[in-house]
């Protein structure tokens, strides 16, 4: 398999030809999402919160992750680690493609899904570490900007232990000026939006374990740290639509979710063991 570059370098990401504008969704008829949720994601970037696993399934999953962190933590690595799960994964590939997901994905971005992406941001209690205001889409070298951040609770999630904060309606801003985060910042990336609110209005996204949230690329969003005696863990599911192209090697991330790729231009990688 083809390597593909985990992080992009700002002079990588600036060497590319990238559509950041967002594209507003146009669905008559949706399956599963009503209409004035296609009209309330144009207009805030964003859709939640999504109530569709079992008590059951939510245990089951925070088991599992529970272990997974057990053993990347054993061979040295942090409750950050855990990136392109779905392609080491097997059951982090199942969840990726979980017709619940994606249907509501899909009459979002159209019949033809790919799922790329698949990080668990854990925020261990008292971590101190924040995720200052960023776009998702500024990291990511795809074009055009047809993309959107599943955010899955793992755990509670809610303002005490740090859960994500949205600047509604700010996707329509573009592509926005970010500075290199300050060491001092302890921010978990390395940009920084300044002054978020000139872009629209704060809102928390508080979420029970199991639910999810749905947000655009474009969309300006961070968490502050958890100071709590909580853990707070997501798991981060990255969709775009079939037709968005993929530079340095992050076709290779891609599988099909829903439809088809008639390109071929993404990977479609088999479920791993």
């Not at 990136?83 to 249907?103: E, F, N, Q, T």
């Not at 033809?112 to 990291?139: E, L």
């Not at 990511?140 to 955010?151: E, G, I, N, Q, R």
């Amino acid at each position: 398999m083809k390597e593909f570059s985990m992080i992009p370098t700002e002079d990588e990401l600036a060497s590319l030809q990238r559509d950041l504008s967002f594209h507003p969704t146009e669905n008559p008829s949706p399956k599963v999402l009503a209409s004035d949720q296609i009209e309330r994601f144009n207009r805030d970037g964003y859709l939640a919160p999504f109530s569709v696993f079992s008590e059951t399934e939510v245990q089951q999953t925070r088991e599992y992750f529970d272990d997974l962190l057990a053993k990347v933590t054993a061979a040295g690595g942090d409750s950050y680690s855990i990136s392109s799960a779905h392609l080491k994964h097997g059951r982090v590939y199942d969840i990726l493609h979980d017709s619940r997901i994606v249907d509501r994905v899909a009459d979002l971005l159209g019949e033809n899904v790919i799922g790329w992406g698949s990080h668990f941001f854990c925020k261990m209690p008292g971590d101190g570490k924040a995720v200052a205001w960023h776009q998702d889409a500024s990291y990511w070298p795809l074009s055009p900007s047809k993309a959107v951040t599943v955010w899955l609770a793992i755990d509670d999630a809610d303002r005490e232990n740090a859960c994500m904060k949205f600047i509604a309606g700010s996707h329509t801003s573009g592509h926005m000026t970010y500075r290199p985060s300050d060491s001092t910042e302890h921010n978990v990336l390395n940009q920084t939006i300044d002054n978020p609110e000139q872009y629209g209005t704060l809102v928390y996204d508080p979420l029970a374990a199991g639910e999810f949230s749905i947000h655009s690329d474009l969309l300006l969003h961070g968490s502050e740290a958890n100071e709590s005696n909580r853990r707070r863990c997501g798991l981060t599911l990255r969709y775009c639509s079939a037709d968005v192209r993929a530079d340095l090697g992050w076709s290779q991330k891609g599988v099909h979710v829903r439809g088809t790729d008639p390109s071929g231009h993404w990977s479609n990688q088999p479920r791993p063991e």
